[in-house]
């Protein structure tokens, strides 16, 4: 079935420093890939998305972008900052099958961000 | 943000009792979802709600009960729950069950079963 493994956690950076966290996905047809972001004590929020292969998504200084040959879709920030310490969650959203849909999230990635 | 709303916030209750679980959507969505967020665990996802009928109920025991009378609203009714039950419950809505739409969840329930 279909399936998102991103890198397990936690991740500690100096503030301003370069992010990547990695994901890659297994899926059946064409999904959307989604990274979301929870602050602490709040839900889940978009950050950015990306509905075909190609597509670059991006917010917030963060960017991702849909690669179909290594299924992948890694999120980036140049110059991360305090405030963006927060789970970052990878998901995929099915339109094929059982699970169409639904979205599949990865694990979560802790990050903190030290001044 | 205001576009999905839970309440309450926290909740404890003992294995006995009953309580429920409330959720608001103001976005004119016509799918909802209830999620449990445990710790170390991936999200789970629990119920989908596509124009009010169940499209998606994911093996949850039946001490779980979700409710939607309508398209802004979503119950999730507990009752005999178990320790292991303790988790943050998200809602989530989006315009439809494609998988191409956003998700927009609300702030979650923290529950405690003791």
């Known amino acids: 079935g279909d399936s998102v493994t991103q890198m397990e956690g936690p991740v500690t950076l100096s503030e301003e420093a370069f992010l990547t966290i990695n994901c890659t996905y297994t899926?059946?047809?064409?999904?959307?890939l989604f990274w979301y972001v929870q602050y602490p004590g709040e839900g889940l929020q978009l950050l950015l998305k990306?509905?075909?292969?190609?597509d670059k998504g991006s917010n917030k200084g963060f960017e991702a972008t849909y690669r179909k040959e290594t299924t992948s879709f890694h999120l980036e920030k140049g110059s991360v900052q305090v405030s963006d310490s927060a789970v970052y969650f990878c998901?995929?959203?099915?339109?094929?099958?059982?699970?169409?849909?639904?979205?599949?999230f990865g694990k979560g990635t802790k990050l903190s961000v030290k001044p | 943000e205001t576009g999905v709303t839970q309440t309450p916030r926290h909740l404890v209750m003992g294995m006995t009792n009953k309580k429920s679980l409330k959720c608001e959507q103001h976005?004119?969505?016509?799918?909802m979802y209830w999620y449990k967020q445990s710790a170390k665990k991936p999200l789970e996802l629990m119920f989908v709600?596509?124009?009010?009928?169940?499209?998606e109920n994911n093996s949850v025991p039946s001490r779980f009960s979700p409710e939607c009378p309508n398209s802004s609203h979503l119950f999730l009714h507990l009752h005999t729950l178990q320790p292991e039950d303790s988790a943050l419950y998200l809602c989530?809505?989006?315009?439809?069950?494609?998988?191409?739409?956003?998700?927009?969840f609300g702030p979650g329930t923290r529950l405690l079963v003791l």
């Open positions: 990306a509905t075909k292969a190609d």
């Open positions: 989530a809505s989006s315009q439809d069950v494609t998988g191409r739409e956003t998700q927009y």
């Open positions: 998901a995929l959203g099915s339109n094929y099958g059982g699970s169409q849909g639904n979205l599949i």
């Open positions: 899926a059946t047809g064409y999904p959307s």
């Open positions: 976005l004119g969505h016509n799918a």
């Open positions: 709600y596509n124009f009010k009928e169940q499209t």
